[in-house]
């Protein structure tokens, strides 16, 4: 049910755990099915340095975490506000359709991560 | 993916026995008349479903005409309650419990629809069913007593007996789903006191797609089909004869080794919890005792079931989980839910189901992956707590 790219990103996750010194955190879950997910950023002059991930969830939820945390080191907070989890889900080669909509939830944890970010740091630029 | 392959999802379905496929190869080949027909080749084969009817009914203690071919449990638990429910000249009332497999439980959501009257006994939290609670429920509307004998998800064993002494004593159709238990422990139809029994071939090493429904003598349920009368109108449509060849040799290989691998079963089986329940924060679910000979469900804490499937798939280990993520629906188990787990709980359920070919190996092998899978998994979970 899951192609291979899907497989290997649950097999080796990539940037797992909790990041020391994180500028930002985001959480997001799903309230159907109980997934969550925590995202941990570093920023530097406008550009994600460092990521990191922490999630509970299925094979889906743990590799589009994983993909995700890859798409967006060393973009622009600018970029990363744009990838959704559509977009998440096209680089892994697809999800299968139920999982579409509750495990892939990873963009919803970037873009809260950003938020968090913003009302930290640019609080009088983003009002 | 591993090199070595460990099966332990029994309860889902059972490898086919090479001696039941030797049985059933005939009835693919040479074999291949129709046992209703008047010729010789018709009644060769006419004999041979007999001979399986008869051998059927040996292992539970019916009489042979006491025995129906069906296409498996859904099929049978189906005859069974909507042909008893068809019989009743108006709305009445049935009894069963939450835990009960789907092909009974949506049967039942079905029967209220039409305007049957419908009570869902609770269970404890190991699983069990008071059968006081069932004799409680009964009301002078109440035609049928539906209770499985053995749970497909946690194995707990159910009182059918008692149950069945208690419907016996009101005169009302007592019925139980025995798909699980049908070739792992002694079934015996009269000392169960049972009107109508369910059972699938492929839950003890025979073949998919047939099963068959035990009906005591005088026991009247309406049939859901019309057709060529086959099976004393119960069930019409010509037999599936490999299949019902392929059911009857499992059922009597199974049944006679039923002393010795009851033993053996029950012995991987606690070694496997033992060994399980070492990991931290591991709970077992279901009745430690009164439970399945093959079967094992724990939870782990913090982490998903599925992705623990996927995480024992990539060692080669097949087992099953009760997690929604895995179901295809967005809920944890009904069971899961009925013995109180909470949601995450229920999500990290796994079960492994022991059956026919595993050995202590197998287990060697599962008991030295299983906490390097979870341990994996939990240093992923921002819910924390690693091994």
Known sequence: MYNEKVVDHFNNPRNVGELADADAVGETGSFKCGDTMTLYLKVKDGIIEDVS?????????????????????????????????????????????????????????LHNAIADYRSKYEAGKTG | MSDRQVYMDHGATTPVREEVLEAMLPFLREQYGNPSSVHAKGRAVRSA????????????????????????????????????????????????????????????????????????????????????????????????????????????????GEIGAIAAGHNILFHTDAVQVTGQLPVDVKKLQVDLLSLSAHKFNGPKGVGALYRRKGVKIDPLYRGGGQERKLRPGTENVPGIIGLSRALELSVEEIPRKTKTLQSLRDRLIRGLLKIDDVVLNGHPEKRLPGNVNVSFKYIEGESILLGLDMQGIAASSGSACSSGSLDPSHVLSAIGLDHHTAHGSIRFTMGWGNSEADLDYVLDKVPGVVEKLRLISPMGKSV
């Open chain 2, 49 to 160: 479903v007999e001979n399986a009817r008869e051998k059927t009914a040996l292992a539970l203690g019916a009489n042979t005409e006491e025995i129906y071919f069906t296409s498996g449990g859904t099929e049978s638990n189906n005859i069974a309650l909507r042909g008893a429910a068809k019989k009743q000249k108006k709305p009445g009332h049935i009894i069963t419990s939450v835990v009960e497999h789907h092909a009974v439980l949506d049967v039942c959501r079905d029967l209220e629809k039409e305007g049957h009257r419908v009570t869902y006994l609770p269970v404890d939290s190991s699983g069990l069913l008071d059968p006081a609670a069932v004799e409680k429920a009964i009301t002078p509307e109440t035609f049928i007593i539906s209770i499985m004998a053995a749970n497909n998800e946690i194995g707990t064993l159910q009182p059918v």
């Open chain 1, 53 to 109: 991930f922490q999630t509970y969830g299925c094979g889906a939820a743990i590799a589009s975490s994983s993909m995700l945390t890859e798409m967006v080191k060393g973009k622009t907070l600018e970029q990363a506000l744009k990838i959704s989890n559509q977009d998440v889900a096209d680089e892994l080669g697809g999800l299968p359709p139920l999982k579409l909509h509750c495990s892939n939830l990873a963009a919803d944890a």
